[in-house]
């Protein structure tokens, strides 16, 4: 059975940092993993992933401000997130992408992220 399970998220003020998690289990080689976010009435969007060979690709909206680390003996992804925004409040959700296709991917559950005073 696979799983991604996810975890770290909370609520923040803005300036502050988030540490997400997310382990994977049940699969194996997986190509990429990492993190996409979705708001209320939009699109899911990516925030940032990273292959097994440590290539990288985020979203312009969070550069310089989340740095991703996968440890592929474990299967899991971390997210560190700082210089929070409001507008960094969403669901984040793990992705595993089994061959970089975009045909083959599993998704966690979701964890939410508040950023509010």
Known sequence: QVQLVESGGGLVQPGGS???????????NIYAM????????????LVEVI????????ADSVTGRVTIARDNAKNTVYLQMNSLKPEDKAGY??????????????WGQGTQVTVSS
């Open 34 to 45: 990492g993190w996409y976010r979705q708001a209320p009435g939009k699109q899911r969007e």
């Open 51 to 58: 292959t097994s060979g440590g290539r990288a690709n985020d």
């Open 93 to 106: 959700y793990c992705n595993a992408d089994m061959n970089g296709n975009n045909d083959w991917n599993y």
């Open 18 to 28: 988030l540490r997400l998690s997310c382990a994977a289990s049940g699969i194996f």
